[in-house]
T-cell receptor
């Protein structure tokens, strides 16, 4: 089983719908991140969390919200999806000792 | 100036070639530096960390130049399997998040 698991892996939805992307990890890391990736734009940070009580906005947090339900779970919500939120979304955890990020396999979201 | 900048490429090289990528960063207080590799439609994976003294891992060499605020990745004897996008990643300071460059695409052909 993957250390960082994202669900769903693929989702097609309509404008205005509420969408939740979930992320769970078995690595025991405190730090978790949500990134989105668009062709030619690299990975952009949406939100990050250093522990259950610590949530921080990233570069592009508008239109998104997050919830850190437990150390192992960090979910990303789009309250009212719009087409320009069509992208590949990655969840990641970080080893605070080595600094290495461990990514999930990604969630491909299409908003029509 | 963007926080982390990379030449997007693509770099098209034959097998066996040596290729180098540079990445510049804007925050002089940046503390940690990494190169990640991303295959098409896959998640990024750590290729190597970049240390102040430079470091080597097989055919890959990473270097840091703090004075000029750039890091580099050198790939020797390129293989077909090296074809991927290489992402430069910088951590400005402890307690902040990692910032990614847009990536440099490498295509190695036979």
């Amino acid at each position: 089983d993957a250390d960082v698991t994202q669900t769903p892996r693929n989702r097609i939805t309509k404008t205005g719908k509420r969408i939740m992307l979930e992320c769970s990890q078995t690595k025991g890391h405190d730090r978790m991140y949500w990134y989105r990736q668009d062709p030619g734009l690299g990975l952009q940070l949406i939100y990050y969390s250093f522990d259950v009580k610590d949530i921080n906005k990233g570069e592009i947090s508008d239109g998104y919200s997050v919830s850190r339900q437990a150390q192992a779970k960090f979910s990303l919500s789009l309250e009212s999806a719009i087409p320009n939120q069509t992208a590949l979304y990655f969840c990641a955890t970080r080893d605070s000792g080595t600094g290495e990020l461990f990514f999930g396999e990604g969630s491909r979201l299409t908003v029509l | 100036r963007k926080e982390v900048e990379q030449d997007p490429g693509p770099f098209n090289v034959p097998e066996g070639a040596t290729v180098a990528f540079n990445c510049t960063y804007s925050n002089s207080a940046s503390q940690s530096f990494f190169w990640y590799r991303q295959d098409c439609r896959k998640e990024p994976k750590l290729l190597m960390s970049v240390y102040s003294s430079g470091n080597e891992d097989g055919r890959f060499t990473a270097q840091l130049n703090r004075a000029s605020q750039y890091i580099s990745l050198l790939i020797r004897d390129s293989k077909l399997s090296d074809s991927a996008t290489y992402l430069c990643v910088v951590n400005a300071q402890a307690g902040t998040a990692l910032i990614f460059g847009k990536g440099t695409t490498l295509s190695v052909s036979s």
